[in-house]
């Protein structure tokens, strides 16, 4: 298949060598959380190796975790805070690929969270990037949510023993943006077994075509908005904007206590 090759890692890689990976991959995803509270060790030093390497295409996941609760927001916030710490432009994220939710059973015994946990942690995402996610799941899962989650780009694990010539079988709702096709890849520069992807079309059409801003109303425009980070505070915004505290009080009607502010939510500034 000549269609672009790439990876998804996590810590189960450990110690990659982004400089030998970089002379077979085009593009990689790298895990970054896993439920409300866990941050995958290696995302940091992923993600600067991959960038540092030149792959031009990066992005990073969710882990969604079947916790038997509705914490898709909470989620969110966990994958929103890593993947703010990282990014160099002051925004949400800056990935070149967009945010990708993996949305697959937590354990051999427990299933994927139920669809509304999983449609929360998109919306949280999307609103609070500007760019609508990808849902990562196997074949199954697809076809089991049938058309829920259809009018998302599409990563889908499908491993087979015919080979990667033909494209693979999606669910008629479907269509796919990125095949998993195996886990058993052997990429340069990383000691284990690693998971193996190619991406449907050219990837100049990477980002953008994952933003659409019909599914959801946009933010208003990153030149007059700020997204929050880990460690703001709404005084602390106020100072950097060279503002007060009421004005931005007054441009973000929507806060109620000016103490409570949520990472990922976007304020407008002056």
């Not at 790439?6 to 895990?31: C, K, L, P, T």
Request: with cysteine; hydrophobic share 35%.
């Amino acid at each position: 298949m000549s269609n672009p090759f790439g990876i998804d890692v996590s810590h189960d890689q450990y110690n990659i060598d982004w400089s030998e990976a970089a002379s077979q991959v085009e593009f990689a995803s790298m895990r970054a959380t896993l439920g409300t509270h866990t941050v995958d060790g290696y995302f940091a030093e992923n993600w600067s190796g991959a960038h540092e390497a030149g792959i031009e295409y990066v992005g990073a996941y969710h882990f969604l975790w079947n916790n038997g609760v509705d914490d898709g927001v909470e989620q969110a916030h966990n994958f929103l805070t890593q993947v703010g710490k990282v990014a160099e432009k002051g925004g949400a994220y800056d990935g070149t690929i967009a945010p990708i939710l993996d949305y697959e059973s937590s354990t051999k015994t427990v299933g994927p969270p139920p669809p509304p946990v999983a449609q929360a942690w998109l919306d949280t995402v999307e609103q609070a990037t500007g760019i609508r996610p990808i849902v990562y799941c196997n074949l199954s899962t697809a076809n089991d949510l049938g058309s829920q989650f259809a009018d998302y780009p599409l990563w889908l694990a499908l491993y087979r023993g015919s080979g990667v010539d033909t494209p693979p079988e999606v669910p008629p709702a479907w269509q796919w943006t990125f095949w998993q096709c195996s886990d058993k890849g052997s990429v340069p520069g990383i000691r284990t077994k690693v998971d193996i992807n190619y991406h449907n079309g050219p990837l100049g059409t990477g980002l953008p075509a994952h933003q659409d801003p019909s599914h959801h109303d946009p933010p208003p425009s990153t030149e007059h908005t700020y997204t929050v980070r880990a460690g703001d505070s709404l005084s602390k915004i106020a100072a950097q904007f060279h503002c007060s505290l009421a004005e931005l009080m007054h441009l973000n009607p929507q806060i109620a206590n000016p103490n409570h502010i949520e990472i990922g939510q976007v304020l407008r500034v002056p």
